[in-house]
């Protein structure tokens, strides 16, 4: 390899055949590429030269803090060329500076230049520091054994938001120390400084107690673990278990300090308790026995409120907590708490009735009132799920607003730090693609794009208010997610999307352009072998209708990431199959797949639809009740689309009333014969879906008098329910069906007492 000056003299001797006789990139021209910086920086200039950084380069660092800073730059350097540069105390030719002034303008934030002879990094605190030098490894090339040229760059950058987090559940399946490092060097790499680490739930106890030993030997380990579908409730027969020792997380902890994380850890309260209740069986209203939880959802057995040994109990195991993490906040749950137990316990009724509170909820709040009472006693604050506003909010108490944003506004205008992580955009255990080879997820669909465009404050606040919005974080819950690479899947690149929207300044967010840094960001990925998900390149199909029959499938990528191929026989797509030029028009029953290709390796998942060709298909509906928000798959015309839907609710073509009844009205072209009408019901009881009680087909020439054809009365049906009513001798242009809701949920089945969801799709006519 050349040094600098070998290089120089190259430049001298050659001049303009530099480029062709040493293949590098000249200062002056540098690809842009080469500053596709994630997440993108306040300002960022590129420069006439470059930097090239060799072996006899120094680090130049003269503090300790610096010194750590220019050793984990060490690290990654060694991974992608073998060998680590020297640490200097000075130096000032052929130098990466490290420095750090005392700026308090923009915490968090750092200046970079990169000059021929130097490149210098000044953080305006140490994290500063070590985010420019995070800034400083995107500016390297990303494959191993090409020249170390640094572009020649003018940084200027800080955070928009103080709090960027991540959550992950190691409760519901856990992950061993080493994988818990490498997902903190990634959060490092996107300048995110905030891990939750949810340590118990209901269905195990993960964090070492000294002074409780059977949190480690009962609460540890459930007897089996619910596999696949909830709703097919089968078990795997499997014991399993796991809990860090507190010499392990002490060691996490401070990993994670030298990347300027901070973690924070979460003991769950008063619900999400079963673990911890099976080894103390004392600790619950009903006294046991109990058993560590083996299927996901929330259960009904909470540590008591009316229990004095519970309090000791928790603020001994938050002792120990406390000594394990120095940082400021812990996360007390306290979520999804039920209170069936309480309203039954004497002790939970006779505490409601000393501390005069109104009703449970208020119980709810002195639980956490008491046990904020002491954290801050001992100078930390806690952090909360958005439930621990109902019935009163402990005074000092950081909101977690997860079931929307409501709880954050809520909290915000309370004058209450709040951090948002709502279901609709941050919960990376939904679904990311529609993929039908998708791995299971608990449901929900939340595509990069929607990550992207996230934005933490909520439009309701005022400028004042807004102020209390700390940051986001996104939630990784693991019912489905069993490993590290499954993690990863779920994790990236939505997280990558997630870094830009809690660092960047929201006014130079831009989908497209983060799109086209992310290709070369994958490369980044590929070094440090993140099993990332690779939606962005694959084929998306979306079905259009114009209201006169014609419906049309088009595809399209996110990244022109290859040629698309596709089938219309059910056949695989193969690099040599049809190319995709054009919209598909759809005129009779088939089945259309697609796929991506590049050099004829397949990238993502592939399009695999059947299309049920009926009169109706692509006409125009018209509809009566407006679905539920979230269960709305975006056009009527998509209740006659040829797609029938599948037997699970998370099918995207399905159309949910929560309560409601459905009523739609389909127009055909012109009066015609019809022979028979359909309609395709679902129904899960566990989901708290149900059949309508009834459904009936009425057709009429003018759209305005209307003659019932056919009416189907359910009584106990359930699965996916596909009705179809052969009528005779009639004719009509418009074809109305009603479908009436089977009603309030009835006493011990799951939702009881509120109203039953009702799912439509397809209305079918022949
Ligand atoms: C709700 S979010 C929960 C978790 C589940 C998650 C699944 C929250 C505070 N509680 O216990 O794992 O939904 O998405």
Redesign the pocket.
């Known amino acids: 390899m050349m040094n600098k000056n070998s290089v120089l003299q190259c430049m001298l001797l050659a001049g303009g055949l530099f480029l062709a006789a040493c293949g590098h990139p000249p200062g002056d021209n540098i690809p842009k590429g080469q500053l596709s910086i994630i997440p993108m920086p306040v300002s960022v200039k590129a420069a006439p030269d470059s930097f090239l950084l060799d072996k006899q380069t120094v680090l130049v660092a003269a503090h300790p803090a610096e010194k750590q800073i220019a050793q984990l730059f060490n690290e990654w350097l060694k991974e992608l060329t073998g060998y680590e540069l020297k640490i200097a105390d000075s130096g000032d030719k052929n130098a990466i500076v490290l420095r750090t002034a005392k700026d308090t303008s923009h915490p968090e934030g750092y200046t970079l230049k990169a000059t021929h002879d130097l490149v210098t990094i000044t953080g305006y605190d140490s994290s500063g520091t070590f985010y420019g030098m995070q800034t400083l490894l995107q500016l390297l090339p990303v494959q191993k054994g090409q020249t170390l040229w640094i572009p020649g760059a003018d940084i200027t950058d800080y955070p928009r938001f103080s709090h960027r987090g991540l959550m992950l559940?190691v409760c519901?399946h856990f992950f061993p120390i080493d994988f818990i490092k490498k997902y903190i060097d990634l959060m490092a790499m996107h300048k995110l400084n905030t891990f939750h680490w949810h340590l118990t739930?209901d269905q195990g106890w993960r964090i070492e107690i000294r002074k409780y030993p059977a949190l480690q030997e009962v609460a540890s380990r459930r007897k089996e673990t619910m596999e696949g579908p909830y709703s097919d409730q089968k078990y795997d027969g499997k014991p399993y278990g796991g809990y860090y020792t507190q010499a392990e997380i002490r060691e996490v902890v401070k990993y994670a300090a030298e990347r300027f994380i901070t973690v924070v850890p979460e003991i769950e309260m008063p619900g999400?308790a079963l673990a911890a209740l099976t080894a103390y069986p004392n600790l619950g209203c009903t006294g046991g026995p109990y058993e560590v939880g083996t299927h996901?959802g929330?259960y009904d057995d909470v540590f008591c409120a009316g229990n004095d040994s519970v309090f000791l109990f928790l603020q001994d195991v938050l002792t120990e907590v406390m000594d394990l993490f120095p940082g400021k906040y812990i996360h007390i749950?306290g979520?999804?708490s039920p209170k069936v137990r309480w309203e039954k316990c004497p002790k939970c009724q006779q505490r409601i009735h000393n501390e005069g509170l109104k009703d449970e909820h208020a119980l709810q709040s002195y639980f956490i009132q008491r046990i904020e009472k002491y954290l801050n006693s001992k100078g930390r604050q806690i952090i909360g799920?958005d439930e621990i506003l109902e019935g009163g909010l402990a005074p000092n108490a950081t909101v977690?607003s997860?079931r929307g944003i409501d709880g954050g506004i809520t909290a915000a205008k309370q004058h209450h730090d709040v951090i948002m992580t709502p279901?609709s955009h941050l919960?990376f255990?939904?679904y990311q693609s529609k993929g039908k080879t998708e791995p299971l997820a608990?449901g929900g669909f939340i595509p990069l794009s929607k990550v992207y465009s996230y934005d933490p404050i909520p439009q309701a606040l005022n400028k004042e208010e807004a102020r209390f919005i700390k940051g986001a974080q996104a939630?990784l819950?693991t019912?489905y997610i069993e490993n590290g690479d499954h993690v990863e899947y779920m994790m990236y690149p939505r997280t990558v999307a997630l870094s830009e929207v809690l660092w960047t300044p929201a006014d130079k967010r831009n989908y497209d352009d983060f799109i086209q840094r992310l290709k070369l960001h994958f490369k980044r990925l590929d070094l440090k072998r993140v099993n990332y998900a690779k939606h962005v390149f694959e084929v998306r199909g979306t079905v259009a209708g114009n209201g006169k029959g014609n419906i049309q499938v088009k595809f399209e990528t996110a990244l022109d990431s290859g040629k698309i191929t596709y089938t219309t026989d059910g056949s695989t797509p193969l690099p040599g199959s049809n190319q995709y030029t054009q919209p598909i028009r759809i005129d009779s029953s088939c089945t259309i797949r697609a796929a991506v290709f590049q050099d004829d390796k397949q990238f993502g998942n592939e399009y695999n639809q059947s299309f049920t060709y009926h009169k109706g298909v692509g006409k125009t509906v018209q509809l009566a009740t407006t679905p539920n928000e979230s269960y709305y798959p975006g056009n009527a015309f998509m209740l006659a689309d040829g797609i029938e839907p599948a037997a699970v609710v998370s099918d995207p073509h399905w159309f949910g009333y929560s309560g409601g009844n459905f009523e739609a009205t389909l127009a055909l072209d012109s009066i015609q014969d019809i022979h028979q009408v359909g309609l395709d019901i679902y129904s899960e009881k566990q989901q708290w879906v149900y059949a309508p009680k009834q459904v009936t087909f009425s057709i009429s020439e003018d759209g305005k008098q209307f003659k019932e054809v056919y009416k189907h009365t359910f009584t106990n049906a359930s699965g996916l329910i596909k009705l179809r009513g052969n009528v005779k001798e009639v004719r009509g242009k418009y074809i109305k069906v009603q479908a009436q809701n089977a009603g309030k949920i009835s006493a011990g089945a799951p939702g009881a007492g509120s109203g039953a969801w009702l799912f439509v799709d397809e209305i079918v006519v022949n």
Do not use: A, C, S
């Open positions: 559940d519901r739930d999400h996901w929330v749950g979520d999804e799920w977690m997860w279901t919960y255990d939904y608990i939630n819950w019912e």
